[in-house]
T-cell receptor, first 112, second 110 residues
């Protein structure tokens, strides 16, 4: 059973471009979570999704950031018009209902 | 709002010594986790603690939970260099998200 798959592992964007980060949950997991880790800091919750629904987006910046988890395909975290401050590691986790979360290897986003 | 505090933030210890990392949280929780993170890597799950008085041990690491005091500890016994990493505690409530502590960067030297 493959773990949580994130891609790309590394992503470089120039300021003003769009970044798309993908997360395929473990088989049988219907809950997906996104976290952001700034350098030298802990992980910060961003958003919690179930299939086709956003359950909790209290950690998402109000502008430029969006997330989806469609009925088919991976969850996508989208950052529009990226700025230098968006440089971070973005981790996805998945879980079945009421079970511990399993983390992917993360996407390291660098903004030039 | 649930807050999680860890201390110390940095810990430099000699091989063979013992030490404890502390994790305090502000409100009731469903589960408490300890993770290890090596530089540039993902999180490795170490322990999941569910109930008051829970104690789990794996090798040189032992984690405990006191829900009344809202405190968890990660005890390191006879440290070795391979334990050098950053350790995070995280608290889960209502199974909707994890709130992480600031992390403890552990450096073990000969």
């Amino acid at each position: 059973n493959a773990g949580v798959m994130q891609n790309p592992r590394h992503l470089v964007r120039r300021r003003g471009q769009e970044a798309r980060l993908r997360c395929s949950p473990m088989k049988g997991h219907s809950h997906v979570y996104w976290y952001r880790q700034l350098p030298e800091e802990g992980l910060k919750f961003m958003v919690y999704l179930q299939k086709e629904n956003i359950i909790d987006e209290s950690g998402m910046p109000k502008e430029r950031f969006s997330a989806e988890f469609p009925k088919e395909g991976p969850s996508i975290l989208r950052i529009q018009q990226v700025v230098r401050g968006d440089s971070a590691a973005y981790f996805c986790a998945s879980s079945p209902l009421n079970q511990p979360q399993h983390f992917g290897d993360g996407t390291r986003l660098s903004i030039l | 709002e649930l807050k999680v505090e860890q201390n110390p933030l940095f810990l430099s210890m000699q091989e063979g010594k013992n030490y404890t990392i502390y994790c305090n949280y502000s409100t009731t929780s469903d589960r408490l986790y300890w993770y290890r993170q090596d530089p540039g890597k993902s999180l490795e799950s170490l322990f999941v603690l569910l109930s008051n008085g829970a104690v789990k041990q794996e090798g040189r690491l032992m984690a405990s939970l006191d829900t009344k005091a809202r405190l968890s500890t990660l005890h390191i016994t006879a440290a070795v260099h391979d334990l050098s990493a950053t350790y995070f505690c995280a608290v889960e409530r209502n199974t909707d998200k994890l709130i992480f502590g600031t992390g403890t960067r552990l450096q073990v030297f000969p």
